[in-house]
């Protein structure tokens, strides 16, 4: 019995010669070259050929080590014929063989010069049928020979699409799939044909059970047609792209002819009007050699090139760009005047500047553009006069929000070599004004922020100095531009956030908040006729009495600015227009002349429902530890209340309420003036030691701090240690020093307007704070009592009477009231 007939299955292991080969794999029923390198498989071969030719061949796992006799192979490999054998130059010999049946190494004999391997035949099955009989797991019976069937055909098919995105499958391989007799050797010759990495195609090699071979198959085939789908659209998109370019270069080009026998270049003619744009502008020399420089750069370029795209660009921009052009100014004060009316109530302070401004550049027509800086609450109409500003001044207005900004080259731009680089915002908003003067806004300057980008606080410093911004330079443009024209308004909330250097670069002018009055005339004149417009009552009879408003302002808005009032009042009219509808008014149905509606105060808790807000927490009964204080906040004033308490203990001070490291300091510093002082107010070294004083000030979920709120603690403290209730009906604020003076605060208007809305007509102020009455509305201050103090000994005589100092030394005296009108 030959040593083929041997390795039937069933017939039993046999040795063969072993060559290890470590660059190919061998499928039964294909031919396929091998190297045999070593000196072993040398042997093997040689000594195969001198018997029947059979030899066993096997993936190399590893690399021998140099004297080791043990080799790491794969168990599963391929019992081959050799068909030719070749001695090459370097002792190695270069076999072809062909490909007999698989099967599994059970261990390797080391003879006197190669490697046997005892080799166990793997039933591969003669025909698919013979493949069904269950003995790979899967269904018996018909079934599984239907499911069998079934991925043979898929295997087919899925070939035949591989081949057609491969078109390197010979025809002889397509027979030999479409003829193959057995689904082993089916997949063989698949995997065969497949570019497959080695250890993918060891795994194919080294599945037995049929079905999973099958399968395992059909998966990799799946896998590489999917692969290959996505290379050939990647290839097509990249043919096309560069087909197009070929195509735009080609018609490009014969465009150039026709148009040099016609006459013209249009490239040529595209320059000289890039030319002719940037000299209209009239841009300084500097700019001008520039622009030249990048037009001569850009005529020895290839239109297509990216390079040229880029240069184009920024031609455009410096073409674009308002160098000389300018809007004349308007020098009718009296116009200006009636403009800035016209759009918003009060602003006193604003108003005055625009006017000095325009009176001044009638006197001299090189002043450069002021540098202001709009601070107060929201909503009190800081951005909007902005753009009155430039309709008073005849001039263009931009607007630019820096509110979020955290990258310098918002500012400053980026420099032009980067991809889809631009100026910064500054320049892009000046082209969109069209000239070199218009009024430019500076929204939110307060809300800016720095990171690792950079800080655009310190960009805006040569933006909005008057010394360096005529020679701005932005680093897309890398040429100066001049902004001394350019009248630069900025806004913001608190000045607190803005760095120093550029806050001393701006000229600040406050915008406080509104009284009720204000927000009374305010209503009236300009958020009820709008809003009653804009809703489509126009021409109707409909009216918002004054009582209305004030119910509004006092009870359905909280602010100092008018935003949330006109909410409020659009709302009003929105449900007014609702009714109108409703009865008929809209579609020509009946005539709007005819619907009236006079909305009073009783009508809105219908329209709005419920109020919203009441007063502030005031004391309604005065007594021993309680004060009532003045506080500023960025939304307006309000009223600070304020309690203290003494009771037994080690003599300490508690601080609640939620207090800043200022307002403890300057409760500290009230304790240490009334120990100092103790005998003056009556009290003892015993009214101090073995005693706690407690200070808290209600509504500790809101944070306060400041030095302002030092003499409300002093005269807590000292009423709550002297048993005494303060003086009925008094709102103070000052801050205090350890030696009894009374310092000027700042928000004066905004604390006297919210005890006034508080219905607290009693104020007790510094002396240093007398001159900030000028700025409290008329109609506010007239209902007011004042009493202005420089000492607490004064301000003690005013609200503790009843401890007056016993020996006061100076006492100082106190100013004389301003009594309200009855």
């Known amino acids: 019995m030959s040593m083929l007939e041997s390795l039937r299955p069933k017939g039993g292991a046999l040795e063969i010669p072993l060559v290890y080969v470590r660059d190919a794999v061998v499928f039964p029923h294909t031919i396929a070259p091998v190297l045999a390198a070593t000196k072993f498989c040398i042997a093997a071969s040689e000594v195969a050929a001198k018997s029947d030719k059979i030899i066993f061949i096997s993936l190399l796992r590893s690399l021998p080590v140099d004297g080791a006799n043990d080799i790491d192979v794969h168990e599963i490999g391929t019992v081959a014929h050799v068909i030719q054998s070749i001695k090459l130059a370097d002792g190695s010999v270069r076999l072809l063989v062909d490909g007999l049946r698989r099967g599994r190494i059970r261990r390797t004999v080391f003879r006197k010069e190669y490697l046997g391997a005892i080799v166990e035949a793997i039933d591969d099955g003669a025909t698919g049928d013979d493949g069904a009989t269950g003995d790979d797991g899967g269904p018996s019976g018909a079934d599984g020979r239907k499911e069998l069937e079934a991925l043979v055909q898929i295997l087919r098919r899925d070939f035949s699409t591989y081949a057609d995105l491969v078109k390197k499958i010979p025809n002889e391989t397509m027979l030999a799939v479409q003829r193959a007799e057995s689904p082993h050797k089916l997949c063989g010759t698949i995997a065969n044909a497949m570019g497959l990495k ?49 195509k735009d270069y080609f018609l490009q080009e014969q465009l150039k002819e026709i148009h040099k026998e016609l006459g013209r270049d249009d490239d040529e003619s595209d320059l000289a009007e ?17 622009a030249k420089k990048e037009l001569a750069r850009l005529a020895k370029l290839q239109p297509l090139s990216p390079e040229a795209g880029v240069i184009r660009g920024y031609c455009e921009w410096l073409a674009d760009l308002p160098w000389s052009a300018r809007k004349a100014d308007s020098k009718d004060l009296a116009a200006a005047k009636a403009a800035l009316d016209a759009d918003h109530y009060g602003m006193r302070k604003a108003k005055e500047r625009i006017l000095e401004f325009i009176a001044v550049r009638q006197l001299n027509d090189s002043l450069k553009g002021p540098i202001l800086c709009l601070v107060g609450p929201p909503g009190t109409g800081k951005t909007s006069l902005g753009r009155s500003v430039a309709r008073a001044l005849g001039r263009d207005f931009v607007r630019m929000s820096l509110g979020g900004v955290r990258d310098e080259a918002e500012i400053r731009g980026h420099r032009k070599t980067y991809v889809g680089a631009l100026p910064g915002k500054i320049l892009q908003s000046m082209r969109k004004a069209g000239s070199s003067n218009p009024v430019f806004l500076l929204d939110e300057i307060d809300k800016m922020s720095s990171d ?60 406080p908040g509104y009284s009720e009055y204000e927000k009374l005339e305010i209503a009236r004149h300009f958020i009820v006729p709008r809003q009653i417009r804009e809703n489509g009552l126009e021409g109707s009879s409909t009216r918002i009495r004054d009582d209305a ?28 227009a609702e009714r109108a509808v409703e009865a008929g008014y809209a579609g020509g149905q009946r005539p709007l002349a005819e619907f009236k509606r006079v909305i009073g105060a009783s009508s809105l808790r219908k329209l709005l429902g419920k109020r919203r807000h009441e007063n502030d927490l005031v004391f309604s009964e005065p007594g021993p530890g309680l004060a009532c204080g003045l506080a500023w906040t ?89 048993g005494s209730p303060l003086s009925a009906g008094w709102a103070m604020t000052g801050e205090i ?21 508080n219905k607290i007509y009693k104020a007790l102020l510094p002396e240093a704070n007398r001159k900030d009455l000028d700025d409290i509305p008329s109609e506010v201050s007239q209902a007011m009592e004042f009493r202005f103090c420089s000492t607490i000994a004064e301000a003690f005589a005013v609200l503790l009477p009843s401890a007056t100092p016993r020996s006061p030394g100076r006492p100082g005296k106190a100013a004389a009231p301003r009594k309200r009108p009855e």
Do not use: C, W
């Open 274 to 290: 890039l030319t002719r744009r940037i000299e209209s502008k009239a841009p300084p020399q500097e700019v001008l050699d520039k």
């Open 549 to 576: 408003v004030l119910e509004i302002i006092r009870h359905y808005t909280m602010e100092s600015g008018v935003r949330s009032l006109e909410r409020e009042i659009a709302r009003v009219v929105r449900k007014t």
């Open 198 to 246: 080695l250890e993918r195609k060891q795994e194919l090699l080294a599945v037995v059970p049929l079905r999973e071979r099958l399968e395992a198959t059909a998966k990799a085939l799946s896998q590489d047609i999917e692969l290959l789908s996505i290379q050939k659209r990647i290839s097509q998109k990249v043919r096309a792209r560069m087909e197009k370019s070929q």
């Open 737 to 757: 020093t350890l030696t009894g003076r009374i310092l000027a605060i700042g928000g004066v208007k905004e604390k006297i307007l919210s005890a006034h809305r």
């Open 452 to 511: 690792f980008r950079g800080d655009p606080a310190s960009a805006l410093l040569e933006v909005l100095d008057p010394e360096q911004n005529a020679s701005f330079v932005d680093h897309y443009l890398e040429v100066p531009y001049d902004l001394s024209g350019v009248m630069f308004v900025t806004t913001a909330n608190s000045v607190h956030s803005i760095p120093y250097a550029l806050l001393d670069r701006m000229e600040l002018i406050e915008i």
């Open 634 to 722: 960025e939304m307006g004033g309000s009223v600070l209340p304020v309690e203290a308490s003494s009771f037994e203990g080690e003599g300490e001070l508690i601080l609640t309420g939620n207090l800043g490291d200022v307002m403890k300091e300057s409760a500290r510093a009230a304790l240490t003036y009334l120990r100092a002082h103790a005998e003056e107010y009556g009290l003892s070294p015993t009214d101090f030691a073995g005693r706690v004083i407690h200070v808290h000030v209600p509504e500790g979920a809101i944070p306060k701090d400041g030095p302002s709120a030092g003499i409300t603690l002093a005269a807590a403290i000292a009423s709550a240690l002297t």
